[in-house]
């Protein structure tokens, strides 16, 4: 069993509009301070989706190039860029996002119904998102909608080897209407199926909306890692709308701390991941 937790904020998805959730960093500006604060709170990694100037999700490669710039000078975070995007972002786009040169990018390991809508991820395209971060030294996160996706993750790894870096780890993303529920049975199957993937296969774990608690305490439970963010949740408790992603951060800190499983460092978190140090 782990002994510390690493802990990602998903700041700012791609769903949610600023005029809805006015709380949601969407400016450069917003986002650097939001990172700065979550790390200092126990934060080590994050996941990150940009907006243009409308505040409308974008993968625009100069602002993407920017913002790793940005959150590189600003913090000692681990840099993971969204290659999932908005569900409306072409393919070709979603592959642009490795030439902002990330540490880390998530890669998605099949469609999957999204709420009214559907986030396509084709086994052709899944093949060429991880050759491409297998050539670039970006190591994936790779996120896991529905158990059926982690047998997918075994046939990729088994024909297209293992990730840069050569640790595997998944990101089990629960209760989006579409995919699997966030429950604690979910998660222990999922859990159960990592045994067929190569020893040492990390895992984190979020609950959208409502069963972003739940999750949280199952996934601290099996010896999983967490990530918690406004991507992910903007309700805190019913009827009290989240206010900051350091609210969420400082929330999951208290759970691990209570889990005796405390915040990894960013040093920590890159040994975990296979990632080198920072130079
Ligand atoms: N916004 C969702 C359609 C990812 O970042 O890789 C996809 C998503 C997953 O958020
Ligand atoms: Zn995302």
Redesign the pocket.
Known sequence: MTTMTLITVAPT???STKEAVSALPVTLDELVSTAKECEALGASVI?V?IRDDNARPTLDLGRLRDTVAALRDTTDLIVQL??????TDPESDRLAVLDAAPDMA?C?MGTVN?GDDV?LNRWAFIVDLHTRMQERGIVPEY?IFDLGQLTSLRRLLDKYGLPAGGHVHVDF?MGVPGGMPGTTEALVACHQALRDLPEGTSFSATGIGRSTIPVMLASLSAGGHLRVGM?DTITYAKGRPVESNMQLVARAVGFAQLAQRPPATTGEARQLLGLSARS
């Open positions: 998805g791609a769903e996941h989706h969204s290659s999932g995007g908005a569900v998530s998605t999204f986030f996120e993303v991507e």
